[in-house]
């Protein structure tokens, strides 16, 4: 039972996020307000790279599910674990929790209000709400074997630094900031909000390891030990 819960659970996230993601690359091209998806489209957005990074995760732990064997040691499990410990999990919760956290302060900082016009409710929630639950209930579904604690953190780092260059040279590119939030930090102030959102990624992370381990200590005795 456990087996076929885990096979539909990933093929409906699957098939959510990738409904999602072409809704949403489906509005590149149309008639938004300025700024929105000028150069990159919905790409510059952590956002959507969040929704496709857990379509991606959600897609492979479906075919996962398909192979014979034991699962730990499959390969293609391994790379599952890989992507949910180090990127979906903490990357999927901190998108959610940043941006309602901002949002509450003031939309207008991450989530213009000319943006409902085009975006209905619905949209708002599958990218910034959904996320979370489904997240968490995965966690619940089925154990994930972490990696070594400095080599997770430094990919991490090397995806934050990736993303934070990303967004500069928008900036750079067309004057404008993906998020308004960004054009009210002076340089310093943008170094320190960089780390700041680092390390709450970094918590998000060990947070996932956490939670892993109590909810499938049993479990975890079995596999393979892991070198912190």
Known sequence: MSSTLRRVYHLTAF?????????????????????????GGPWKYLTFLNLLLQ?????????????????SENALSRCKDLLFSVF??????????LFWTIFAYDRELVYPATIDTFFPP????????LVLPVLLGEVM????????RKHALAALGGVGLAYLSWIIW?????????????????????????????????????????LNSYMWSKHMNKMPAKTK
Request: hydrophobic residues 50%; glycine residues 10%; neutral net charge.
């Open 170 to 210: 928008v900036y750079l590119s067309v004057g404008i900031w993906v998020y308004p939030l960004l054009g009210h930090f002076s340089t310093s102030g943008l170094v320190g909000f960089f780390f700041f959102n680092m390390s709450v990624v970094t918590l998000l992370y060990l947070l996932g390891d956490k």
């Open 15 to 39: 098939s959510w996020y990738a409904f999602v993601v072409k809704t949403l690359a489906a509005k590149d091209g149309e008639d938004l307000p300025a700024g929105i998806f000028v150069y």
């Open 141 to 148: 579904l089925q154990p994930h074997i972490y990696p070594q």
């Open 122 to 129: 619905w949209i708002n929630h599958a990218m910034h709400t």
């Open 55 to 71: 379509m991606c995760f959600f897609g492979l732990a479906a075919v996962s599910d398909l192979q014979p064997g034991k699962k």
């Open 88 to 97: 979906a999990f903490p990357v999927g919760m901190f998108v959610v929790l």
